[in-house]
């Protein structure tokens, strides 16, 4: 197939994908042809190498642009962040020095960690509750608990209250608390926290990807 037959069916493929694990073997292909074949032809430095270079990283920034734009089409959040960040990589004009590749390297290697733990299945953490901007949120694990269930755990991030006098609080972090304090948090009596108008359906993977949402929201 020729290169250029191979970027066309890439992109076609970009401009449908529906699912996590279809938008990583895109990544992982796009990443690994461009990084295979263009690093190795700007180290060469051969005849014609900066105009190949330059279309080949405007045919990966596209197809890295129209995955992430279907993962958010999706609603799959997350993966979305994150494949906006390698394009954000990959378009700084030094890419190709060691530290940039490094971390497109690492981000890669987390994607795909983290789209494996989606297939696998969890565990997920669902926001169930969030106040204005962001500044007091509530998670469940498992994602599909009924609501308020004693046997599920429940996370709070919250800038307003410094702890519950429970030993280990920290404040802007995610704290494990009971599904009673889960449900009082956003009781009639729990003025003033209001909601979040663009609480995410999507579960997260992790309490570390939903405070990464968390602090990117509240910074906006």
């Known amino acids: 197939m020729a290169a250029s037959d191979e970027s066309t ?21 796009v990443l690994g042809n461009y990084y295979t074949w263009m690093v190795r032809l700007a ?24 995955i992430a734009r279907q993962m958010k089409k999706h609603g799959h959040i997350t993966v979305a962040r994150r494949i906006d960040a390698i394009l954000e990589a990959v378009s700084e004009p030094d890419a190709f020095s060691e530290a940039v590749s490094k971390r497109i390297n690492s981000m890669r290697d987390e994607l795909q960690e983290h789209i494996a733990h989606l297939v696998a299945g969890g565990p997920w953490f669902k926001m169930i509750r969030a106040g204005t901007r962001y500044g007091t949120v509530i998670l469940v694990t498992p994602a599909d608990a009924a609501a308020y269930s004693e046997t599920a755990k429940y996370y709070e991030f919250s800038e307003i209250k410094d702890n519950r006098g429970a030993a280990g609080w ?3 972090e995610f704290n494990e608390i009971s599904a009673n ?12 926290l209001g909601f979040a108008p663009d609480r995410p359906d999507e579960p997260f993977a992790s309490l570390e990807d939903a405070l990464a949402f968390v602090r990117e929201k509240r910074a906006a």
């Open 43 to 66: 180290v060469r430095k051969a005849e014609g190498w900066q105009s190949a270079v330059r279309e080949s990283r405007v045919s990966l920034t596209g197809h890295l642009f129209l």
């Open 170 to 172: 920290k404040k802007g």
């Open 181 to 192: 304090e889960a449900r009082m948090t956003f009781s009639p009596i729990a003025d003033g």
């Open 9 to 29: 069916e890439s992109k076609n493929w970009s401009h449908t994908c529906e699912t996590p694990a279809t938008a990583w073997e895109l990544v992982s292909h």
